[in-house]
């Protein structure tokens, strides 16, 4: 007999492969095509195991049979969470993103996934249209190191966060790789992908620390993963 964690992950894999690669971007960002797994290892170096390990411990902060609400910003194409939210029926999700285009894949997702809880709306991190402590969860899966006002950025999240709820995700921090650093310096930046300024492990740390309660991070080479309680 399964356990419950494998059990969900079967569901998550089924739902992975049920959506298919998709565009460049999700082939990437999931490192399951061949030219998306070329830029990884090039920009990134990384492999599958660091990719899969990035992505389940920015999710940890969520539990198996979380029922509550959920704040997903930005939700991008959806590709990372979506399948992830095929296993969270009980869940009350709305997924929030600056880019039309991207809110429509993740759109498109949702319905080939036949699921029902999840809300969409095109929206600015830096001014969300919630009120106080709203959500029980707000994740941002590598949204930090693009959004130009990083500052509103923290105290937004912060602000829908009831206390006792769970900041979690992940983003590109400087400083722990050089070779990845420069590939953002000169290539991301430069295209508009991402905008400086960007956190080190150490000021990031530091950062929240000042703002919550408890706080759980690592890194996966230039990716920091976090879950933060208010």
């Known amino acids: 007999m399964c356990s419950p964690t494998n059990e969900r992950n079967k569901k998550i894999k089924s739902a ?16 399951t095509t061949f030219l998306g797994s070329a830029v990884n290892k090039i920009v990134w170096d990384y492999n599958q195991n660091d990719n899969n390990l990035y992505i389940e411990r920015a999710l940890s902060g969520i539990e198996n049979d979380f029922k509550g ?9 959806g590709i990372l969470t979506i399948p992830f939210y095929s296993t969270l029926k009980d869940a009350d999700i709305t997924c929030i993103d600056y880019s039309k285009e991207m809110l429509m894949q993740a759109k ?4 080939k996934l036949q699921l029902t809880n999840i809300k969409y709306q095109v929206g600015d991190v830096g001014h969300l249209e919630f009120e106080d402590h709203s959500f029980d969860r707000v994740l941002s899966m590598n949204g930090f190191h693009a959004f130009p006002d990083k500052e509103a950025a923290y105290n937004e999240t912060y602000r829908v966060l009831k206390t006792g709820g769970k900041f979690c995700g992940c983003f590109y921090i400087k400083g722990q790789c050089s070779r990845t650093d420069k590939f953002i310096d000169t290539v991301y930046v430069k295209k508009g992908y991402f905008t400086p300024p960007f956190e080190t492990l150490e000021s ?5 620390n000042k703002m919550y309660s408890k706080v ?3 890194n996966v080479k230039s990716i920091v993963c976090f879950t933060c309680t208010k």
């Open 16 to 31: 992975y492969q049920s959506l298919g690669n998709g565009s460049f971007y999700d082939g990437m960002i999931t490192n």
């Open 69 to 77: 609400k959920l704040l997903d910003v930005p939700v991008g194409t």
């Open 108 to 111: 498109e997702k949702t319905e």
């Open 204 to 208: 990031f740390t530091e950062r929240m």
């Open 216 to 218: 759980e991070i690592t």
